[in-house]
Every structure is written in C-alpha cells, then in structure tokens.
T-cell receptor, first 113, second 115 residues
C-alpha cells in the first residue's frame, strides 16, 4: 500500500469547514483512498472513500486531485463532536479479496468554539 | 442494524496467562479483521478472516492467533501474555467480497491490561 503524509494537527472553528489534506504521491492506479476517524478511545469510524472521482456522503466530501497524488477531506460544518484523529489510508484492492488497512499517525483535528 | 460487538470490553490478565477475545460482526458481513492499538505503535493489523479462513496476516508473533466460525463470529487468542500486549484490540467487519472496494466497520474494542 502507498504511504500517506498528513499534518500532525489542525484546528478549526465550530461551524466552519474543516479541510484535511493528505499526500499520497506514490499511489498507483488501482489504489483507493479511504478516510477514517477515531474519537478518543473508540473504534475507528469509516467516513468516505474514492478512487479518482470526487465523492460526497452525509458526513463529508472527498476531493482527489487529477493526478491522484493528494486528496482533501472536507467536513462542511465542523462541530465539537468532529474533534478526532483523522486517518487517510491508501489501499490496494486485491482480486480474490483481502482486507488490510495500514494506519499512519493521522491528523488530530480540534474543533473549538 | 446492530453494529460490531466485542466482548469483554475490559480485561486484566497476568503475564504468562492466555486470553480469548470475541467479536460479533454486523449481520451479513463475512470478513472480520483484528487490529492492535498501542500508544507507541498506533493501529496495527493482526489478521483477517473470511468464510472461516485466514485471508491476511500482519507481522505479529505466533502467540497471536484467531479463528472464525460458520456464523462469521470471530475469536482472537493471545497465549503467554507479555506486558507489551497491553493494548486496545479492535475488531472490524465488512462484506468482504472477492473484488471491489468495501468499508470496514469497527467495534468499540477490548481494553487488555497485562500486569
């Protein structure tokens, strides 16, 4: 799986958009970008994933650059409950299955009043 | 739909003992993965089971083992516990199809303390 680089920490004001960047310059054509978050002492929570097109769901939007070397997770209106560690993961999907997530150190997002 | 459940939630064991942790996946999910989380090493993949077969394995010693039952429930066993095995053990389930992308859903974890 390709390596990812994320800032160690970010702050965001409540109600504003939180934009979390991720660099994955060595990504290959058949690797997906996944985002998870982990609120203190809980299990990680799936947020969104994409291959090359931008994606949006009820939680967030994922913007992947055209060359796929980086992506941004956008929380449109951050709340205090969005304070968590956010993990960007690049995963190769093997034909025949296989489920292994390689977590990095992630970005600690702190949402403040 | 009920989420992933793990039992027990907290456990205290002594060095040299063994422990078994249990995970019940989301109904309909056939893949169960296990992860270990420690402050020093972060989240690390242990292994994955699909249809009662181990499909992937991380870089952990043989003291860590697992199995999956026909109803997709999974157990993880750690023998000859060491102090360094103190961690949060997380289980994740997914549909686990043969191809394509699919998200994993994590349980709340079992907090194991080895004294």
């Amino acid at each position: 799986d390709a390596k990812t680089t994320q800032p160690t920490s970010m702050d965001c004001a409540e109600g504003r958009a939180a934009n979390l960047p991720c660099n994955h310059s060595t990504i290959s054509g058949n690797e997906y970008v996944y985002w998870y978050r982990q609120i203190h002492s809980q299990g990680p929570q799936y947020i969104i994933h994409g291959l090359k097109n931008n994606e949006t769901n009820e939680m967030a939007s994922l913007i992947i650059t055209e060359d796929r070397k980086s992506s941004t997770l956008i929380l449109p209106h951050a709340t205090l409950r969005d304070t968590a560690v956010y993990y960007c993961i690049v995963r190769f999907i093997l034909t025949g299955g296989g489920n292994k997530l390689t977590f990095g150190t992630g970005t600690q997002l702190k949402v403040e009043l | 739909k009920a989420g992933v459940t793990q039992t027990p939630r907290y456990l205290i064991k002594t060095r040299g003992q063994q422990v078994t942790l249990s995970c019940s996946p989301i109904s309909g999910h056939r893949s169960v993965s296990w992860y270990q989380q420690t402050p020093g090493q972060g989240l690390q993949f242990l292994f994955e089971y699909f249809s009662e077969t181990q499909r992937n394995k991380g870089n952990f010693p043989g003291r860590f083992s697992g199995r999956q039952f026909s109803n997709s429930r999974s157990e993880m066993n750690v023998s000859t516990l060491e102090l360094g095995d103190s961690a949060l053990y997380l289980c994740a389930s997914s549909l686990g199809g043969l191809a394509g992308s699919y998200e994993q859903y994590f349980g709340p974890g079992t907090r194991l303390t080895v004294t």
